[in-house]
């Protein structure tokens, strides 16, 4: 048996680069409730883990095109659209389906073993109400791209009750959803439709915004010059992103490699951060923030990118 260790708050400040007094109110309850327990990972663990990562890979071969995409997202978000609409609204209702029971878990470049199943849902939300705090506190207008379930826009709408929220997807059911949020909840939410792949040039972002995209961008594969090219011209007043971004993983780290090979087949999101980083050497853009937490999920993890236009 491996030995058990914990995930403690001092533990997540310094994969998140700050101190824990910077951590929001109630960091230490929260995790407390998830079960951070772990053990390390042994080498049998690690062939198991290996071995799973090549199955995934292996039936992950298939590519969708455009409309299996949509067919896709449509019918994912309409799940949790149903949920809601047979039951009354709780929370757990806007979990996506992606998020699965598993016995391991991507941290601090390596493999470990949780005690809770479904600690990549449960921390992620933890990771999220630190973004939420730190960044999002001074804006009085959000928009996220690709809100999906809308587990996101609720998350904020419950931390910053007058902040006007914008959910911006193609599924009209993800469009329905915000929609009831806003109807069951005291929150400003509107649901819009939106193609990340084809932005509308009209679409109007109102002043001092922030736009943000959480577990959306990878879709895009490599079309993202068109979401850019939208964001550079409505000027928002900050560009917060927490995606998969391949250019920092590390061929020569055996989990990176597995991780990068799967993103790839996969058809996730390629060179957005090459391509933001050009457009900042050319005096467009200023990232400020860009680096990779190491607080993962299976077989892939999220990285941070926040950028404004110039």
């Not at 298939?62 to 949790?80: C, I, L, M, V, Y």
């Not at 929370?91 to 992606?98: A, G, I, Q, S, V």
């Amino acid at each position: 048996m491996g030995v058990r260790n914990r995930i403690t708050v001092e533990s997540l400040s310094n994969l998140l680069r700050c101190s824990p007094e910077e951590l929001p109110t109630g960091i230490a309850e929260k995790l407390d409730s998830i079960n951070p327990g772990y053990r390390v990972s042994t080498k049998s663990d690690v062939e198991g883990y290996v071995l799973e990562c090549l199955e995934r890979i292996r039936s992950s071969g298939a590519k969708r095109d455009r409309d299996d995409n949509f067919k896709a997202w449509e019918n994912g978000w309409s799940e949790n659209l149903e949920a809601i609409l047979k039951e009354s609204f709780h929370e757990d209702h806007l979990r996506p389906k992606y998020f699965r029971a598993s016995r391991f878990f991507r941290f601090r470049k390596g493999i470990i073993l949780p005690e809770n199943a479904y600690l990549e849902h449960d921390l992620f939300t933890i990771v999220r109400s630190f973004f939420f705090h730190k960044y999002f506190r001074e804006f009085g207008t959000a928009y996220e791209l690709g809100c999906g379930s809308c587990q996101n826009i609720y998350a904020l709408s419950q931390m910053f009750p007058r902040m006007k929220i914008y959910g911006l997807d193609w599924s009209l059911a993800s469009n329905r959803i915000a929609g009831l949020i806003n109807e069951q909840v005291e929150a400003s939410v509107t649901g819009l439709p939106f193609d990340m792949l084809d932005p509308p040039m009209d679409f109007e972002i109102a002043p001092r915004a922030i736009v943000f995209s959480i577990h959306a961008l990878e879709q895009l594969h490599t079309d993202h010059d068109a979401l850019i090219s939208f964001l550079l011209a409505k000027k928002p007043s900050l560009v917060f992103h927490y995606e998969p971004v391949l250019e920092f993983y590390d061929e020569s780290n055996v989990y990176d490699y597995l991780a990068l090979t799967y993103s790839k087949n996969r058809g996730y999101l390629f060179g957005y951060l090459s391509a933001l980083r050009e457009l900042e050497r050319a005096g467009r853009i200023r990232i400020l923030e860009q680096y990779r937490p190491y607080i993962g999920g299976v077989y892939h993890e999220a990285s941070l990118i926040v950028w404004k236009p110039l």
